[in-house]
């Protein structure tokens, strides 16, 4: 017996494509408990699609943020701006200033889906007096 017959003998057999977990099945956000309903309940809130369309271009402070987002509180633009930094969208860095000022910049995963949320307000802008009248029409005809 050579060599390579006791090492083939002592080698337990293993057949490694039996021995491999079967794929994950991909998200389903059809199904209740999927967890890519909270992503995209995240994604259809108006707050996080203004907020990432002004920070995709250039990095923003929390102040001018607040400013050009007419409507928007302190208080949901900070949670808004926690989540988005949650879920990678979006950095968050403290400058060395006096006072001490914030600065939000978009991440590569925010790019990404700011390109997606593009089409969206483009087919807002586009559409919006379609819908008005659409919604007109409704409502006259409801009495």
């Given amino acids: 017996m050579t060599t390579i017959d006791v090492l083939v003998k ?3 057999s293993r057949n ?3 021995q491999r977990e079967p794929p ?3 998200p389903d956000p059809y199904a209740a408990g999927c967890p890519t309903r909270q992503l ?3 994604v259809g809130d ?3 699609v203004l907020t990432l369309g002004l920070i995709r271009d250039k990095p923003r402070r929390f102040n ?5 987002i007419e409507g ?3 208080k949901m633009l900070s949670q808004t701006l926690k989540q988005m930094d949650r879920d990678g969208l979006i950095t968050r860095t403290v400058l060395p200033t006096m ?5 939000y910049a978009i991440t590569p995963l925010g790019q990404t889906l700011a390109a997606v949320l593009d089409g969206l307000q483009l087919w807002a802008r586009d559409h919006i007096a379609d819908v008005l009248a659409a919604r007109q029409r409704y409502d006259g005809s409801r009495g």
Avoid: F, G, N
């Fill in 10 to 12: 002592k080698a337990p």
């Fill in 16 to 18: 490694l494509v039996s």
């Fill in 24 to 26: 994950a099945p991909p």
């Fill in 40 to 42: 995209l309940d995240r």
């Fill in 46 to 48: 108006k707050w996080m």
């Fill in 64 to 68: 001018a943020l607040r400013r050009d």
């Fill in 72 to 74: 928007v509180t302190q």
């Fill in 99 to 103: 006072p001490v000022s914030v600065e």
